[in-house]
């Protein structure tokens, strides 16, 4: 990332920042470092335990057991017919199929099963450190320290992360959009049978539905598109689209955006208010706030100027010359004041999401700060 | 052919806006869309494929990012279908993939939440630098319009956290006559008045730019869509 | 301010290295999060009407009114918009309303399912199906808002874990979007508040009756948002502030005075401290970007 | 006006209205709006290609195009052109492929290489199209290269951050933005303005305009951005649109006016009649 003014190549700009650069990964270093030894006792009273260590996460397991039972049922048509239905398994029961899950828990539950498991062996569920998301929360910390270094330049460290994001979130959506949208409303229209039986056994289906083949036959011609040769087959379902939203865009953008915009213009631009006096009849009673009254009718003059002005800005098929340049002109002024706000706006949006990053590091890998007594 | 399609459906579409009798016709549609937008992900997915094992089999500059971008989606694409570590839905603990796919400490949920989640948020956080050397940089009082977009900048900011409140602090809040100078009032009428007014009339201008390109998509007359001009 | 050595170093000051700026911006917001962190001291808010807005829409309505909840965003923006999403769960269930929560982001569908475990965890009186549901994602954009508006039960044939709508027991009745008492989108982008606004709860698109709708809104989407309030909209939460405001009301009204307020329920409070350094660093910067500028031309004029 | 009232109480009170069942209630005034709106862009449409000339206001940063592309030629550096990060199911999308078209011509004419990235790979094939066809105008299809129109990821961030990489990278001596944008229009710009080039955008998302406006050297404004693509085609159908839309454009700008002067009038008068109908009209409007 070379910086403005200076040309990139300037060497003892290059020098200053790597110097930079490497006095901040030190100091990152060695305050891992003192994190590190400076012993984190991990939760409170007597059932601290001390262990050297950061950016762990604890787990605590739950045995599932599952067991099957035969029922009779009313089907639809009232006929009586055999059903098989799953039911956890009761104590002492053995369960047909089984597994653990494991739910996450504070430092300070694992420190205080620690100290039970001492005290009396085997007894509660086990509470352990979770390897897998210990590592993932170490991996996510050092992915974010990745992507900060894009503030000192473009290097291997950030072209690793943004390769790994395009992918895994390339994934991700085809993924999403497959179980949640193509399954159920796809595979449930067309093979209802099978999609019952391994993918969404809850489903509940009356019969294939052969409508269900126009998305598919513009989803395969979508498909198309990736070889040359037929691609320009891709061309009735992307015409498909932008139809579909040029209609929907045409009636809904005119309503919300412009005739409701026009119609909350029916305000007076004269607004008499009364001082809010207590009993029944303050209104009727009550003197005029000048004030008040006299701030209410400027806002809705100048909420009109406005309008008018910044209109009168895109009319493009007059040149802005006399009044109408003049009033343009004020236009822009809004414009300007517009983008302002909109600016202060953005700031604070985009400290807010740095702070969070920062609270990640802090809090859940560093644990420098404990806000929501993670650990 | 494909432009006859694309007015047909815009116009189903503006039509059963208005005529009740074919609000079903307008459901298909839509339900047709949104299925092929989720068809279009894979689309999208296929294409990263593609577009990465080529430049990994021409060895391109680069190519072993391009190897790793294939990695991750692989694995992402291959723990998503099988639900890697989900367990199936206690109600059916028969049917393998019947569980959550994003179930809390399966590998899906793994990728979203510790590569996925950090790597985007990070990268939107970077914003709040960018936009400091933005400011340091870019926003300069040049001319009246430069001053005025400068000072809203101002008020707003500061408006909108504590340290405003205690700047004007010493105006009292109590007189209306005066009170209005306090800046998180001063922000709120910028806001509520110039912003409102401003945004308004751009919404208005776009909304009938809107509506003319569709319309013209509508009757056919605006083919960009479809690449070349005819 | 036309002295020798001056020039120079404003002239070194305006060639300075973006990278110094960088730094000095997370020293800005770094450290006032530790400080917090330490001290859990947060500022006094006061709410500006347009959250005050959002706040009695769902006051006003009864007890189990039916909630649209939509997390239109991503982790992304989930530090400016997480507060809201959490704010308005915590509320309704405070207020005892029915949670429909759903999603037009991909990446929203843990989001989801994180904050209804974080904010209802194991709260007997929440069944889930009976008082919250977790509908998860649907791709389609505006094509599922539209509809949303006509047949729900098409937009969404089941649940995110794949159970059918008609063996939920809270979705009985709900046939389209004006089937619900209160639409509430938590939105950082497109698809959004504004798509919300266009192809949702239009009065047309109602059945003639205005279904109150409430926005929290990224701070960049917020002044877009603006003309929509208060007729459109009911309220909007416009950025971390407008979540910190928030967060003051819902939590003034679950805790009593002295009670401590839960930490998971100040998080965009919190949060105001490293903004209050962040803007003051801004306007710094601002202003030291036009000095040099000033000084420059006043220099080039001088020549 | 009488027209209007009686369609402004048919939607007041839609049972009472003499609308036929099949139409939906309330509908009246938003379908005499979009007939207005169409009938505007047609006619001024069919106007244009009668040949008779329309003016259009000079339009700031149209002119930079040919001027950035040919700077980039000198330097021998790529032009980077950004579509947006939307399908083209949005419109911007579309409009910014129509302005593609043209920086592909230009480019063409020149022989500068040009880059686009997207974020759909619908937007990819047709940038694709879009350019080809240029290329072809131009008559260089042999220098048309594909690959260098692809798409890159859906998530937004990815992109951005394959696009940051990208401009450090190649430096591209002239950057275009013009689509949907939304965060990413920032560290875009800020790239771009790191690598000393010149940046041309246009967007209608309100949102993203302050830091174009903040740090590129012209910025399309709105709806100037949809002008823009009939500026620089100066075809009669899209000068034709842009009449239209400015007729349109003129009648809301008389309604807003009225619309003040009458809700005025009836507070000052108290006129009850006049408030009825105030209120009636802001109704039937959708404005609450």
């Known amino acids: 990332m070379s910086q403005l003014g200076t040309p990139m190549v300037d060497p003892a700009v290059e020098r200053r920042a790597n110097r930079m650069m490497m006095v901040i990964l030190a100091v990152i270093c060695a305050l891992l470092a003192l994190r590190a030894v400076v012993g984190s006792s991990v939760g409170s009273g007597d059932a601290a335990v001390t262990e050297h260590g950061f950016g762990m996460v604890y787990v605590q397991e739950a045995k599932k057991g599952f067991v099957a039972e035969q029922s009779k049922e009313k089907a639809a048509d009232g006929t009586e017919v055999e059903v098989r239905r799953w039911k956890p398994a009761a104590p002492g029961q053995t369960p047909e199929i089984a597994w653990t899950e494991w739910n996450e828990v504070t430092a300070g539950e694992w420190a205080a099963a620690q100290r039970a498991q001492a005290a009396a062996p085997a007894s509660a569920p086990v509470v352990t450190v979770s390897w897998p998301r210990t590592a993932g929360v170490w991996f996510a910390a050092l992915m974010t320290l990745a992507v900060l270094s894009f503030l000192w330049r473009d290097n291997p460290v950030y072209k690793l992360a943004e390769s790994v994001v395009v992918g895994v979130s390339a994934g991700y959506w085809m993924i999403v959009a497959t179980w949640d949208t193509l399954v159920p409303k796809l595979a449930g229209a067309l093979v209802p049978a099978w999609t019952k039986a391994h993918l969404m056994p809850s489903l509940e289906s009356a019969g294939v539905d052969w409508w269900g083949l126009v998305p598919l036959g513009l989803g395969m011609l979508l498909l198309c598109r990736l070889s040359a040769r037929v691609s320009w087959l891709g061309i009735f379902p992307l015409a498909f689209v932008v139809g579909t939203f040029a209609g929907l865009r045409f009636v809904q953008n005119v309503e919300s955006d412009l005739v409701a915009q026009v119609a909350t213009m029916f305000e007076p631009l004269v607004v008499v208010k009364h001082q809010a006096l207590a009993g029944a009849d303050a209104a009727v009673a009550a003197p005029i706030d000048w004030a008040g009254s006299i701030g209410a009718s400027l806002s809705a003059v100048l909420i009109l100027v406005g309008v008018l002005s910044v209109l009168a800005y895109f009319f493009f098929s007059l040149e802005h010359k006399g009044a109408l340049g003049r009033t343009a002109k004020v236009g822009v002024w809004y414009l300007m004041i517009t983008f302002g706000a909109s600016f202060g706006f953005t700031v604070m949006g985009r400290i807010a999401l740095l702070a969070a990053r920062f609270e990640f590091l802090f809090d859940d890998w560093l644990w420098l700060i404990d806000p929501s007594g993670k650990h | 052919m494909a432009v006859v399609l694309a007015s047909l459906v815009g116009l189903v579409m503006v039509l059963t806006a208005f005529v009740r009798p074919l609000e079903f016709l307008g459901t298909a549609v839509v339900d047709w869309f949104n299925v092929l937008a989720a068809i279009a992900f894979v689309l999208g997915g296929a294409n990263l494929l593609k577009m990465n094992l080529m430049k990994i089999s021409a060895r391109d500059a680069g190519w072993g990012y391009a190897a790793i971008t294939v990695g991750a989606f692989l694995v992402t694409i291959g723990v998503g279908l099988l639900k890697v570590g989900a367990h199936p839905d206690p109600l059916h603990p028969d049917v393998a993939l019947s569980g959550d796919k994003e179930a809390v400490g399966g590998a899906f949920w793994w990728l979203y939440e510790y590569a996925m989640s950090p790597i985007t948020s990070t990268l939107f956080a970077l914003l709040a630098f960018y936009v400091a050397s933005a400011a340091f940089r870019a926003f300069r009082a040049k001319n009246t319009a430069a001053i005025l977009l400068l000072g809203t900048a101002f008020i707003v900011l500061l408006g909108r956290v504590y340290v405003g409140v205690l700047l004007t602090s010493w105006i009292p809040a109590d007189n209306a006559w005066v009170s209005w100078l306090r800046l998180e009032n001063l922000s709120g009428i910028i806001m509520g008045v110039f912003n409102n007014a401003g945004t308004r009339a751009m919404m208005i201008g776009i909304a009938i730019g809107i509506a003319a390109t569709s319309l013209k998509i509508l009757v056919g007359l605006d083919r960009s869509y479809l690449g070349s001009g005819d | ?303 | 006006m009488t027209f209007a009232v009686t369609i402004l109480a048919q939607d007041a009170a839609p049972a009472a209205g003499s609308m036929p069942g099949w139409f939906m209630p309330g509908k009246g005034l938003l379908a005499i709006t979009l007939v207005i709106v169409a009938a505007a862009v047609m006619l001024s449409i069919l106007w244009a290609r009668s040949g008779r000339p329309i003016r259009i206001r000079k339009i700031a940063g149209l002119d930079a195009v040919d001027e950035a592309v040919g700077r980039a030629t000198e330097m021998g550096r790529p032009v980077l052109f950004i579509p947006g990060i939307q399908d083209v199911d949005n419109i911007q999308t579309v409009a910014g492929i129509t302005i593609l078209g043209k920086v592909a011509k230009t480019a063409a004419e020149y022989d500068a290489e040009i880059e686009v990235p997207t974020t759909r790979s619908l937007v990819m094939t047709t940038a694709r199209e879009a350019v080809h066809a240029a290329y072809m105008t131009a008559g260089r299809s042999d220098s048309y290269n594909p690959d260098r129109i692809y798409y890159v990821s859906d998530e937004q961030f990815a992109f951005v951050a394959y696009a940051g990489g990208l401009m450090q990278r190649k430096r591209p001596a002239a950057c275009f933005y013009f689509g949907c944008f939304f965060a990413e229009s920032l560290i875009l710009a800020e790239n771009g303005n790191s690598i000393g080039a010149i940046q041309v955008a246009g967007t209608a998302e309100t949102t993203q305009l302050p830091f174009f406006v903040a740090s590129c050297d012209y910025t399309l404004i709105g709806e100037e951005f949809f002008a823009a693509s009939a500026y620089l085609s100066g075809e009669p159908d899209q000068l034709g649109t842009l009449l239209g839309q400015d007729l349109v454009k003129g009648v809301a700008w008389a309604a807003v006016l009225v619309a003040a002067v009458l809700a005025t009038a009836a507070a000052l008068t108290g006129h009850a009649g006049l408030a009825a109908f105030v209120d009636g009209a802001r109704a039937a409007l959708g404005g609450g």
Not at chain 3, 208 to 235: E, N
Not at chain 3, 244 to 258: C, D, H
């Open chain 3, 1 to 303: 301010m036309s002295t020798a050595p001056q020039p120079s170093f404003l002239a070194r000051l305006d060639r300075i290295d973006r990278r110094w700026i960088f730094l000095m911006m997370a020293i800005a917001v770094a450290a006032p999060i530790i400080w917090v962190g330490v001290t859990g001291r947060t500022f006094p808010e006061t709410a500006t009407p347009a959250v005050q807005g959002a706040f009695d829409a769902i006051e006003r309505l009864p007890e189990g009114s039916k909630v649209l909840v939509s997390f239109d965003f991503d982790p992304a923006s989930a530090g400016e918009l997480q507060p809201m999403a959490t704010g308005f769960i915590h509320h309704c269930q405070l207020r005892k309303h029915r949670i429909y929560a759903m999603t037009l982001w991909a990446p929203g569908s843990p989001l989801i399912g994180a904050t209804l475990a974080d904010v209802i965890g194991n709260d007997p009186s929440y069944r889930y199906g009976e008082n919250f549901v977790d509908l998860g994602y649907q791709a389609g954009n505006e094509g599922v808002m539209k509809q949303v508006g006509v047949d729900f039960p098409k937009a969404f044939p089941n649940d995110s874990k794949g159970t059918p709508l008609a063996r939920i027991p809270m979705m009985q009745g709900i046939t389209r979007l004006s089937d619900f008492d209160i639409l509430i989108s938590v939105s950082a982008g497109y698809p959004g508040g504004k798509e919300w606004v266009q192809y949702g709860v239009s009065p047309t698109l109602t059945q003639g009756h205005r279904l109150p709708f409430v926005a929290g809104s990224t701070g960049v989407q917020t002044p877009q948002m603006i003309p929509y309030y208060p007729v459109q909209m009911s309220g909007i939460l416009g950025a971390i502030k407008g979540a910190a405001e928030y967060e003051s009301l819902v939590n003034a009204k679950a805790t009593a005075p002295g009670e401590t307020v839960p930490a998971k329920y100040q998080e965009a409070q919190r949060r105001m401290a490293p903004q209050l350094f962040g803007h003051s660093l801004m306007v710094a910067l601002i202003l030291v970007g036009n000095v040099i500028f000033f000084a420059g031309r006043r220099k080039g004029a001088a020549a």
